[in-house]
């Protein structure tokens, strides 16, 4: 925890990104290493944690991240929790709360009561087309050389 | 739409990635695809919305996709849905529902299902260790230098 500290403190403090940082650790080794990249790599997707997650995956050489903690700075925003849970990350520990970053001027809280919403309520709008064709689950459940995850 | 969807069945019937496809069109031009890339890049984070957003972001110059909007072969999961809320984009279209996702094998549907209890009630720990030191909020609102987003 101290070193996602650190690394959140050394954003906090220059402009190479927002004020979070965030560790993979893997049997009590640091696998995997993040701090926020969002405008220096004009990545909106580019959080702590999910830079973490990739660092860590891309060290392991596997996408599923079993038996590994996340350690963050601050509570994940519903992006990174989902990242987590994609990447099978055994549990989470965080410093500060979703509120203390909204506190800072991030949207973390709320976008917590946006998925609390159902999709007609939120204010982001998303509507339904569905397309001509075949289905593609139906070919990929078809498929017998599919790589499931 | 027809092109998020040759996105995912190239996929599908492939073994490149799962069956998603996105593209993010602004200004009625095309200025980022995406197809899943999460087994072929070890990236849990690789989602086909996700390498849309980067693409396009990166495409673009900005990490701000405001005036974008996301085409997208299936509802986004929560990490995706996330994701284009921190990108401004602004407004999401999609084909197959999360439900018809689970009934691929995709966890999209049990996401929205966690996203909406507690913390204290999900399936991933999650607790607080607060930190030493100074604290990396309080650092960034201090910052004359910080880029906001």
């Given at each position: 925890m101290e070193l996602a500290l650190e690394l959140a403190r050394f954003n906090a403090r220059g402009s190479?990104?927002?004020p979070f940082g965030a560790v993979i650790v893997h049997e009590g080794k640091v696998v995997g290493e993040g701090s926020n990249r969002v405008t220096t790599t004009m990545d909106?997707?580019?959080?702590a944690e999910i830079v973490a997650l990739r660092d860590a995956a891309k060290n392991l050489g596997r996408f599923d991240l079993r038996g590994c903690v996340l350690y963050t700075s601050?509570?994940?925003?519903p992006m990174c929790l989902a990242a987590v849970y994609w990447a099978r990350v055994d549990r989470v520990v965080y410093a500060a709360t979703q509120d203390e970053a909204a506190a800072a001027g991030f949207d973390d809280a709320f976008l917590y009561e946006e998925f609390a919403k159902p999709m007609a309520s939120r204010s982001l709008v998303c509507t339904r087309e569905a397309g001509d064709g075949e289905d593609p689950f139906a070919l990929w459940l078809a498929n017998p050389n599919k790589v499931p995850y």
């Open positions: 190479d990104g927002g909106p997707t580019a959080h601050c509570e994940p925003c």
